[in-house]
């Protein structure tokens, strides 16, 4: 599985992007694909998670109600409309892959995952 990350760039404070992952190289069935963030100095961090075969959506508290996912299935894309950027959102964004039943618990976790994609950096200025 190859994931092709994209979207990242510098915007001011309160400010929106839009990332994509576009999941390739495989037959798709049930599978989740995941967000996570790491900030210079800091772990890495669950931001939120789409099954792309069902309607689970899962978020981190810390992006609830600013961030929204949403996927493509026919093109097995998934999608993070990030709104009302803050400073602390500055990080570089990984996209992540896996072909299991994760629940809200577990696909926070990043060793759930099996493929992982080249970060995309992300830089709010205040």
């Known amino acids: 599985v190859q994931l092709q990350a994209s979207g990242g760039g510098l915007v001011q404070d309160g400010g929106s992007l839009r990332l994509s992952c576009a999941a390739s190289?495989?037959?798709?069935?049930?599978?989740?694909m995941a967000w996570f963030r790491r900030a210079p100095g800091k772990e890495r961090e669950f931001v939120g998670a789409i099954k792309m075969s069902g309607g689970s959506i899962y978020y981190s508290d810390s992006v609830k109600g600013r961030f929204t996912l949403s996927k493509d299935r026919a093109k097995n894309t998934m999608y993070l409309q990030m709104n009302s950027l803050k400073s602390e959102d500055t990080a570089e964004y990984s996209c992540?892959?896996?072909?299991?039943?994760?629940?809200?618990?577990?696909?926070?976790?990043?060793?759930?995952?099996?493929?992982w994609g080249q970060g995309t950096q992300v830089t709010v200025s205040s």
């Open positions: 190289g495989r037959a798709f069935n049930n599978y989740i």
């Open positions: 992540a892959w896996a072909d299991r039943g994760l629940i809200a618990t577990t696909a926070r976790l990043p060793h759930m995952y099996d493929y």
